[in-house]
């Protein structure tokens, strides 16, 4: 382990890609700090954190609700970063896009507010999404970069079920943005763009983004249409949470960074799992032709490749990784009848 790096706090820490930080950040050195929302009458399993090396002396656990932006000062107070991953998450709309967008802009607002009166706070990095990117509704040569933006109306028109997500993390971002240029000489304000995660999990549920990209194997069908438009683009977690310490740690850092490191057509990938993970039955590449049978528009990493980042997983790394997480936590035999 490295030396004591300082103290950071990362918000949304039992999710998928804020728990793989911690673990990352506490390898690094660095003391964390982590939110997560309360849920009275339920506990929470955390002993997928608090048994992190490291995690006894170097990790405490605070209470914090988007809903309460006020709430996450505690954990902020005396913090020289703030990773802030936690986002509402509506995939079936149960509530109205504008509640999910108000909670999500409200609370990243709070954060940075937090991260303000702290006084301590350096640099605050949001985690927002490629669906603040891939909806802008315009014809873009090669691939998009940092200056594509998701168009709300776009957005809207589209009436997908995960478009609420897509429009609170557009919006969200920009205001993050904004207010980064609005107190720039006080706090740093920067944001990293993932596409599709993929790769093992700590957390105890299957994260949303490898039940997508596993949809193949888990013959989730619903999924495809959106698996057609987010295999173009994706990234291992472990690349992910070491994309999110370089942006702390990289004294240049401004704007925006798009985090992809591999795409593919769905159809593609439809070869590489049948190639691959023989054991599993795999819709053919002919039956995937009407969900996508062309490359969608992809992700530039330019920028971050740029500022000296490497990425050091490819596709067969996160697949493998992935599988063999979910063998290991019997997902597959409990979702579909194949082991």
């Given at each position: ?8 706090c990362?918000?949304g820490g039992?999710?998928?890609?804020g728990s793989?930080l911690?673990m990352r ?13 309360s ?6 399993d ?8 490291g995690?006894?002396e170097?990790?405490q656990?605070f ?6 932006p006020?709430?996450f000062?505690a ?10 991953v ?8 149960k509530e109205?896009?504008e509640v999910v ?8 607002l709070g954060?940075?507010n937090a ?7 350096k640099?605050?990095?949001?985690t927002?999404?490629a ?7 315009k014809?873009?040569?090669d ?7 998701s ?5 809207k ?13 557009t919006?969200?971002?920009k205001?993050?943005l904004?207010f980064?240029?609005?107190h ?5 304000v920067?944001?990293?763009i993932?596409s599709?995660?993929i790769g093992?999990f700590?957390c105890?549920?299957l ?5 997508v990209?596993?949809?193949m194997i888990?013959g ?13 683009s ?11 310490i370089f942006?702390?740690?990289y004294p240049?850092a401004?704007?925006?960074?798009i985090?992809s490191s591999?795409g593919m057509?769905?159809?593609q990938?439809?070869k ?9 039955q ?5 039956s995937?032709k ?7 528009q992809g992700l ?8 000296g980042f490497?990425?050091?997983?490819g596709?067969k ?12 936590r019997v997902i597959f ?6 082991l």
């Open positions: 382990m490295e030396g004591e790096k300082g103290r950071v990362v918000t039992t999710g998928y890609i793989w911690i950040l506490l390898e690094r050195g660095y003391s964390v700090r982590t939110t997560m929302r849920n009275p009458g339920h506990t929470k955390i002993g997928f954190l608090t048994a992190l090396p995690a006894s170097k990790l656990i209470n914090a609700d988007l809903s309460i006020e709430s000062a954990a902020i107070e005396g913090c020289i970063g703030v990773f802030h936690a986002t509402p998450v509506d995939f079936e709309d109205p896009e967008t108000k909670r999500s802009i409200d609370g990243a954060i940075l991260c303000l009166t702290s006084q301590t706070v640099r605050v990095v949001y927002s999404s669906a603040a990117v891939l909806y802008s509704g014809d873009v040569d691939e998009a970069d940092e200056s594509v933006w168009d709300a109306d776009f957005i028109a589209l009436k997908t079920h995960r478009a609420s997500y897509a429009l609170s993390k919006l969200t971002e205001a993050v904004e980064g240029e609005k720039g000489l006080e706090l740093d920067v944001t990293i993932p599709l995660v093992p700590i105890p549920k994260p949303s983004s490898v039940s990209g596993l949809a888990l989730n069908e619903d999924a495809y249409s959106f698996l057609a438009l987010a295999a173009s994706m990234v291992h977690v472990d690349d992910l949470a070491r994309a999110h942006l702390l740690e240049n401004k704007g925006r960074y985090c591999d057509t769905i159809q990938m439809s590489f799992l049948a190639v691959n993970y023989p054991e599993f795999i819709p053919t590449p002919d995937m009407k969900y996508g049978g062309f490359k969608t530039s990493s330019k920028k971050f490749l740029d500022s490497k990425y050091k997983y596709f790394e996160m697949f493998d990784g992935t599988v063999q997480c979910c063998r290991e035999s409990s979702m579909v009848n194949e």
